[in-house]
């Protein structure tokens, strides 16, 4: 038998394990058997998961959309909204450093207050700004002293 014949066996062994270790691994933290995805223009889809229901993900892209955020100009938008426990947390992928910008964390920090209010009626919201590769960079969630006031 050739070297590079008797490697293939052990190669492929590990790639069905990495494999089956990432499906383990994220099953629980991407999907619980609900969600799915919607389109509200050209490249803006928001993907939603994890307990929250088509009805309010329809309510959340249209509040979206009447801030400015879905506006339809063909820039490529896409946005995750899930539930973990009672926190809903909405991931938005930004073009490289733009988490960065003091402008655009104040923004998030408004938005995180006026989806409370407007979409989730009361319920925490914790903003997680992303990179294209959903690579969290900067959260925008209220602080403990916060909640109490």
């Not at 190669?11 to 999907?31: C, D, G, K, R």
């Not at 993907?47 to 801030?67: C, N, P, Q």
């Amino acid at each position: 038998m050739t070297p590079a014949r008797a490697a293939v066996p052990p190669s492929l062994i590990l790639s069905a394990a990495i494999f089956i270790f990432q499906v383990i691994a994220t099953y629980p933290v991407t999907w619980d058997g609900t969600g799915g995805g919607l389109v509200f223009g050209p490249g803006e889809e928001l993907l939603y998961t994890e307990g929250v229901s088509r009805d309010l993900a329809e309510k959340l892209g249209d509040k979206l959309h009447e801030i400015g955020l879905f506006n339809g100009d063909g820039a490529h938008r896409s946005i995750i909204v899930s539930r973990v426990n009672d926190i809903f947390q909405v991931r938005i992928f930004l073009r490289h450093g733009v988490w960065k910008q003091r402008a655009f964390a104040d923004f998030a920090r408004d938005l995180r207050d006026r989806l409370e209010r407007e979409v989730f009626a009361g319920a925490p919201v914790e903003i997680v700004l992303c990179d294209e590769f959903n690579r969290p960079q900067r959260w925008i969630t209220r602080a403990p002293l916060e909640q109490m006031e």
